[in-house]
């Protein structure tokens, strides 16, 4: 039982990396997705740059032990990604692409807010 829940809880944490990493390509034309994203953007770079454990790698962990399986130590993305898809790169590299890749979906957004505001003032409106 403990053992499906860490496996569950890898692939939750999969699949809100690719969310944070390629979510701003399915959120045009919705405005509260675009929300939800930006905000898990947000809290994916804070997860990246601050001293603590995420609270999904804590939750895997506590799993895995419960299941009689080893823990693993550090972050999720050096544990996993960097084992299976970027061996023997530094730490910070794998940080920095993570970084980077959520500021890029920031640009994303704010080229699209730019363009909102334009095409306001085209139509004679203002933004509220």
Not at 62 to 68: D, R, V
Not at 73 to 78: A, I, K, M, Q, S
Request: some cysteine; overall charge positive; aromatic content about 10%.
């Amino acid at each position: 039982m403990y053992r499906a829940l860490a496996e569950t809880t890898l692939v939750v944490h999969l699949g809100f990396i690719a969310w944070v990493m390629l979510g701003a390509l399915l959120t045009k034309g919705r405005p509260r997705l675009a929300a939800a994203h930006v905000a898990c953007v947000v809290y994916g770079i804070v997860a990246e740059l601050a001293p603590w454990p995420c609270p999904l790698t804590l939750a895997e962990n506590l799993f895995e032990a419960s299941g009689g399986l080893a823990p693993y130590r550090g972050p999720f993305l050096l544990h996993y990604l960097e084992a299976i898809v970027y061996p023997h790169l530094p730490a910070i590299l794998l940080i920095a692409c993570g970084v980077g890749a959520c500021v890029l979906n920031l640009v994303i957004y704010g080229l699209r807010l730019r363009r909102y505001v334009a095409a306001r003032k085209v139509q004679g409106r203002t933004p509220a």
